[in-house]
């Protein structure tokens, strides 16, 4: 926690008959980034072009062929209800038993590969084309039966309207306030010419003959008022029965597109699962082929380079010794100065910090040398987020679709971040006593549960208690920017000069806040030793942060830091006068769950009386099942935009305000040299590529 993970640079040489196995060992360990040897080194690399063209070739037939199969192996028109869709997110979907590939690997890997291709080739490609064309020719059909029902009112054979050599008639799309200035010009530039609209509502079908040799004048005038020309479709009957005629040849190419679509499913049920194993075992085998661009060697041996985990150094250390039967060297050692931008760097939290390691990763990994902030983000993101909300329904829903379906969804950790912020979401509620808006105690109408009172304060009904909270949180969080600052610091050997310069800016912003209250007379009674203490606190703060900001300079840049210092004040003022934002977030949340309860609760609910006839029962039946509905879906949609402004502004007052105050990021995730394996067992047999 509060640092990157400690890294070491690794250098290995071991001998050139022992690489292949050690390539194959550290690809399924996964503990070591390779990276490129030192540029000093007089070293060769290993040329492998050819053979990764062959491996890429085989890979995207296979990735072709097994789209090709899924597709036509996944049922149509099976349209599943929404209830029926989140079941299936709930249930737990068995993993595929892992096939073992014993030896196969390499050249051999490569041949298998390639004759299983041409063996499903021969029974699939004939069966590809013919869909494919099909398929075309279903497009088509779909084409000429939408503009063939759009000619349907002419009762004319449209082998009548083929072009001749004395008249020319064209068909195109024009929208409807355009259709009479378009034939009041034609009738001016075009003679003779006759205008007709066939069909259509918005946009008109229009049809305009005229003599061959006036062909180029229709058509200049059919361009500047920006229609659509359509081509007659290739049948010479009256539109009706051509329509007819599409229809029953439409029937029965769907009738063998299912029946292609049935051979390819049984050719998908036969070799689809193989061909998925055989594309993981070559990617696989290229990611390995592609790493060894990155090793030097000589005649005999072979030098590899890169950066592991301080705690993997000794399961490095292993691995190589087991392959090479100790005929090698390795040798570790710190990153220097120059090295730091380039080390990869790897965040290490437990959980629950873990779950909210994706917000700083938006923002950018933190370079090696400086302090990872996220178990302070925690914290501070769900308590944020909770205040943007503050209505505790609202946060037991959150809590359990990001518990039961958003982790499943999208992820254990963002999921867990969000069951974190729907807890947050859930004490902020309790305080101001949001529950599904305020009908649970309300003075009007409601049960008027005591448990369900503001255990703090309503923000309604005295928004400036939520106010003083957000702006408090606010220098509170500003203040635990300018600590991380210290924190990286020290890590960078800067201790003393971020002391002084970040606890200057705490000294302000703390005691700064207190003088404020009492000198503009907001808080009242404030007791001669707080002013006495705030005062004296503001100028020590204030002093030390301009004697931070001249030690950061030099020269003639010193005598700038007064002034810059000043300036920094008046940003930061601006900077926590922005956590206003979630009082304004939080009210507009109460005030549209308030609204909800008021029009359903307060106002309809009330005006239904059953009366005594069975038809007025069931109309106050149905009208509280559609008020039951209507209570639940808005609710929902309130806390749907709530929780999409309140993500939205607390990840801003994070990048914006916090990580302003001391981040630099810029590092580069720790990426080890791991095979990917779901449908295939790791073996480590020998061979060579």
Same mark, same amino acid.
């Given at each position: 926690?509060?640092?990157?993970?400690?890294?070491?640079?690794?250098?290995?040489?071991?001998?050139?008959?022992?690489?292949?196995?050690?390539?194959?060992?550290?690809?399924?360990?996964?503990?070591?980034?390779?990276?490129?040897?030192?540029?000093?080194?007089?070293?060769?690399?290993?040329?492998?072009?050819?053979?990764?063209?062959?491996?890429?070739?085989?890979?995207?037939?296979?990735?072709?062929?097994?789209?090709?199969?899924?597709?036509?192996?996944?049922? *149509?028109?099976?349209?599943?209800?929404? !209830?029926? &869709?989140?079941? /299936?997110? $709930?249930? #737990?979907? %068995?993993?595929?038993?892992? =096939?073992?590939?014993?030896?196969?690997?390499?050249?051999?890997?490569?041949?298998?590969?390639?004759?299983?291709?041409?063996?499903?080739?021969?029974?699939?490609?004939?069966?590809?084309?013919?869909?494919?064309?099909?398929?075309?020719?279903?497009?088509?059909?779909?084409?000429?039966?939408?503009?063939?029902?759009?000619?349907?009112?002419?009762?004319?054979?449209?082998?009548?309207?083929?072009?001749?050599?004395?008249?020319?008639?064209?068909?195109?799309?024009?929208?409807?306030?355009?259709?009479?200035?378009?034939?009041?010009?034609?009738?001016?530039?075009?003679?003779?010419?006759?205008?007709?609209?066939?069909?259509?509502?918005?946009?008109?079908?229009?049809?305009?003959?005229?003599?061959?040799?006036? *062909?180029?004048?229709?058509?200049?005038? !059919?361009? &500047?008022?920006? /229609?659509? $020309?359509? #081509?007659? %479709?290739?049948?010479?009957? =009256?539109?009706?029965?051509?329509?007819?005629?599409?229809?029953?040849?439409?029937?029965?190419?769907?009738?063998?597109?299912?029946?292609?679509?049935?051979?390819?499913?049984?050719?998908?049920?036969?070799?689809?699962?193989?061909?998925?194993?055989?594309?993981?075992?070559?990617?696989?085998?290229?990611?390995?082929?592609?790493?060894?661009?990155?090793?030097?060697?000589?005649?005999?041996?072979?030098?590899?380079?890169?950066?592991?985990?301080?705690?993997?150094?000794?399961?490095?250390?292993?691995?190589?010794?087991?392959?090479?039967?100790?005929?090698?060297?390795?040798?570790?050692?710190?990153?220097?100065?120059?090295?730091?931008?380039?080390?990869?760097?790897?965040?290490?939290?437990?959980?629950?910090?873990?779950?909210?390691?994706?917000?700083?990763?938006?923002?950018?990994?933190?370079?090696?040398? #400086?302090?990872?902030?996220?178990?302070? =983000?925690?914290?501070?993101?769900?308590?944020?987020?909770?205040?943007?909300?503050?209505?505790?329904?609202?946060?037991?829903?959150?809590?359990?679709?990001?518990?039961?379906?958003?982790?499943?969804?999208?992820?254990?950790?963002?999921?867990?971040?969000?069951?974190?912020?729907?807890?947050?979401?859930?004490?902020?509620?309790?305080?101001?006593?949001?529950?599904?808006?305020?009908?649970?105690?309300?003075?009007?109408?409601?049960?008027?549960?005591?448990?369900?009172?503001?255990?703090?304060?309503?923000?309604?009904?005295?928004?400036?208690?939520?106010?003083?909270?957000?702006?408090?949180?606010?220098?509170?969080?500003?203040?635990?920017?300018?600590?991380?600052?210290?924190?990286?610091?020290?890590?960078?050997?800067?201790?003393?000069?971020?002391?002084?310069?970040?606890?200057?800016?705490?000294?302000?912003?703390?005691?700064?806040?207190?003088? =404020?209250?009492?000198?503009?007379?907001?808080?009242?009674?404030?007791?001669?030793?707080?002013?006495?203490?705030?005062?004296?606190?503001?100028?020590?703060?204030?002093?030390?942060?301009?004697?931070?900001?001249?030690?950061?300079?030099?020269?003639?840049?010193?005598?700038?830091?007064?002034?810059?210092?000043?300036?920094?004040?008046?940003?930061?003022?601006?900077?926590?006068?922005?956590?206003?934002?979630?009082?304004?977030?939080?009210?507009?949340?109460?005030?549209?769950?308030?609204?909800?309860?008021?029009?359903?609760?307060?106002?309809?609910?009330?005006?239904?009386?059953?009366?005594?006839?069975?038809?007025?029962?069931?109309?106050?039946?149905?009208?509280?099942?559609?008020?039951?509905?209507?209570?639940?879906?808005?609710?929902?949609?309130?806390?749907?935009?709530?929780?999409?402004?309140?993500?939205?502004?607390?990840?801003?007052?994070?990048?914006?305000?916090?990580?302003?105050?001391?981040?630099?990021?810029?590092?580069?995730?720790?990426?080890?040299?791991?095979?990917?394996?779901?449908?295939?067992?790791?073996?480590?047999?020998?061979?060579?590529?």
């Amino acid at each position: 926690m509060f640092r990157p993970v400690r890294m070491k640079r690794v250098n290995a040489l071991v001998l050139d008959e022992d690489l292949q196995t050690l390539t194959r060992v550290l690809h399924e360990e996964g503990i070591m980034q390779l990276s490129e040897p030192p540029p000093a080194l007089p070293l060769q690399r290993q040329a492998l072009e050819e053979f990764e063209r062959k491996a890429e070739g085989i890979g995207s037939r296979l990735a072709s062929m097994i789209s090709l199969l899924e597709e036509a192996s996944t049922p *149509r028109g099976e349209a599943k209800s929404l !209830v029926g &869709r989140i079941a /299936g997110l $709930l249930r #737990e979907k %068995p993993a595929p038993e892992p =096939v073992d590939l014993g030896e196969a690997w390499g050249e051999e890997l490569m041949a298998w590969c390639s004759g299983e291709v041409d063996s499903v080739s021969k029974e699939l490609d004939q069966l590809a084309a013919t869909l494919g064309k099909d398929t075309e020719r279903m497009s088509e059909l779909e084409e000429h039966l939408r503009l063939l029902r759009d000619l349907s009112p002419l009762n004319v054979p449209l082998s009548s309207f083929r072009r001749s050599e004395l008249t020319c008639t064209l068909f195109f799309y024009l929208p409807e306030d355009r259709v009479a200035d378009f034939s009041r010009a034609c009738k001016e530039e075009v003679d003779p010419v006759q205008v007709s609209v066939i069909s259509g509502r918005a946009l008109k079908l229009v049809m305009a003959m005229c003599l061959a040799g006036q *062909r180029t004048k229709l058509l200049t005038q !059919v361009h &500047r008022f920006e /229609g659509e $020309l359509v #081509e007659l %479709p290739p049948y010479d009957q =009256v539109p009706r029965v051509a329509e007819e005629h599409v229809l029953s040849e439409k029937a029965r190419l769907e009738g063998e597109i299912r029946e292609t679509r049935d051979r390819i499913a049984l050719i998908a049920e036969k070799h689809l699962g193989m061909l998925r194993v055989m594309h993981e075992a070559l990617a696989i085998e290229l990611e390995r082929i592609r790493a060894f661009r990155l090793f030097a060697r000589t005649e005999n041996t072979v030098f590899l380079s890169g950066w592991v985990r301080e705690q993997d150094v000794g399961r490095l250390d292993e691995a190589i010794a087991s392959c090479t039967r100790g005929r090698y060297v390795l040798r570790t050692c710190d990153p220097t100065d120059d090295d730091l931008a380039r080390v990869p760097v790897s965040l290490a939290n437990p959980s629950p910090f873990s779950n909210f390691e994706w917000i700083v990763k938006m923002f950018g990994m933190p370079n090696y040398g #400086e302090v990872d902030p996220t178990p302070f =983000v925690l914290p501070t993101f769900a308590v944020f987020f909770g205040t943007c909300l503050t209505d505790a329904g609202y946060g037991i829903v959150l809590t359990l679709i990001s518990f039961f379906l958003l982790r499943r969804l999208w992820g254990e950790k963002l999921g867990g971040a969000f069951t974190i912020c729907g807890l947050a979401t859930i004490l902020m509620g309790w305080l101001m006593g949001g529950w599904f808006g305020d009908f649970l105690f309300n003075r009007e109408y409601g049960p008027r549960i005591a448990f369900f009172r503001a255990a703090w304060s309503n923000p309604l009904e005295s928004p400036t208690s939520l106010l003083a909270l957000a702006l408090t949180m606010g220098v509170m969080h500003l203040m635990l920017g300018h600590i991380t600052a210290i924190l990286t610091a020290a890590r960078k050997g800067r201790l003393a000069q971020g002391a002084v310069t970040h606890l200057g800016w705490c000294f302000t912003l703390g005691f700064g806040s207190i003088f =404020v209250l009492w000198y503009l007379e907001i808080t009242k009674n404030t007791s001669p030793a707080w002013r006495t203490l705030s005062t004296w606190g503001l100028a020590i703060g204030i002093a030390m942060g301009i004697l931070g900001g001249v030690w950061e300079r030099k020269g003639l840049m010193r005598l700038g830091a007064p002034v810059q210092f000043i300036y920094s004040i008046l940003s930061h003022t601006a900077d926590v006068i922005s956590y206003s934002r979630l009082l304004a977030l939080g009210i507009a949340s109460s005030v549209n769950a308030m609204l909800i309860d008021y029009i359903i609760i307060g106002t309809a609910w009330p005006g239904l009386s059953a009366g005594a006839s069975p038809l007025r029962v069931l109309t106050v039946v149905l009208v509280c099942t559609a008020l039951v509905i209507g209570f639940v879906f808005l609710h929902l949609a309130n806390m749907g935009l709530s929780c999409l402004s309140g993500f939205v502004h607390t990840m801003r007052l994070h990048f914006a305000e916090y990580f302003g105050k001391f981040y630099e990021g810029g590092g580069e995730e720790f990426a080890p040299f791991k095979s990917k394996r779901l449908l295939t067992k790791a073996s480590m047999g020998g061979g060579k590529p």
